[in-house]
């Protein structure tokens, strides 16, 4: 891989890493305000609402100059999001502000690897970035856990710069302002993101224009036969992903009974299995092959319904760890394939946009089923029955699909030797 690959990699494990200690740091502060635990999960829909409606403008935004810069403006948005918690802004509203950030941040940050390197190197390249996005979810999920243990933020606190009076007085100002400084590396890794030469299109003045156009990218992507296929899949990942963070959090509550600062460790350890698959995925399958990986979906929400019988740590870290390898196996193939379709059908960062959409509308589905579920006071045992079995029966579903569509294919091209003959 080229050096500025590893550029890339740095700014994109860092900025990961912040919004996900910020995420715990945000949970926190909601339970110290004793806000109804149904807000919890409405951090990621706050997080994730301006993925949905700024789809149409952050893709053109990306196209439209150097992606290292892009990347640096989308940072700053982030560290404004952070800066805003720290002033005693309300949580919700201060992660909205990251999600912009990151609404922005992600189709350059994607873009740039379909225009920096050989589409050869897609699924290697996707297998490290999805692995060490997932690394930095592990260790900052891990580190915002720590930053709100008492004794560590404590002992934290008691640390004095000489001459310097810091204003940090509170565990939640301090966690917020080792998460800022992640931040700040993460926009320094950014300006040495390397230039691809590519050309740019200038940022087309008229928003309905680029409505209609990222319409015309959604149901292009949605009509091609490998594109619908890949598209749903990730889909349904990243919906249940987000998910499963609060139902592990509430489970681990629940049938283990850890606190907070403990069951946010249990996240870092379905994150682990993630990056595992994603590893094993990029070095076994193939662009061509990708579409073989579907059945581990199904597979994944059976086996997600065995957490209803687990109440020992020893038996629950390997349940979660196989959960997550199944999940990271078969996302990372499907990934690259979208992008890899999506690329030659409409350009990188519109892709992008276009999945980003799609994912993040999943995500705000389904947190919001959850939200309903929790507000409802539905059992966490319950919870997870549910969403086993719709994982189980969505990509079963998938699985149908594509089936049709090569049946299609293969008829046509059936046809097409017919007429030939």
Known sequence: MPFGFYIIMAAQFFSALADNALLIAAIAALRDMHAPSEYEPLLKTFFTVSYVLLAAFVGAFADSMPKWRVMFISNTIKIGGCGMMFFGAHPLLAYAVVGLGAAAYSPAKYGILTEYLPHRLLVVANGWIEGLTVGAIIIGVVIGGMLIKPEIAHAMLAFDFPLIDTGIDTVGEMALSVVAGFYLLAALFNLYVPDTGVDHKPLHKNPWYLVR?????????????????????????????????????????????????KSSMLQGVVAIGVALGAGIAAKM???????RVIPLGIAMGIIVLVMNFVHHLWIAVPLLIVIGGLSGFFVVPMNALLQHRGHILMGAGHSIAVQNFNENLSILAMTGIYYAMVKADLSIYWVITLFGLFVSGAMYFVKRLHAANQRVHDDVIHLDDSAHH
């Open 285 to 291: 399958i193939t662009l061509r092959k990708s579409v």
């Open 213 to 261: 156009e990222f319409n015309h990218c959604l149901s292009l992507l949605w009509r091609d036969k490998l594109g619908q296929v890949s598209l749903a899949v990730t889909t349904l990942f990243w919906g249940a992903g987000a998910t499963l963070q609060f139902i592990v959090i509430k489970w681990a509550e629940v049938a283990l009974h850890l606190d907070l600062s």
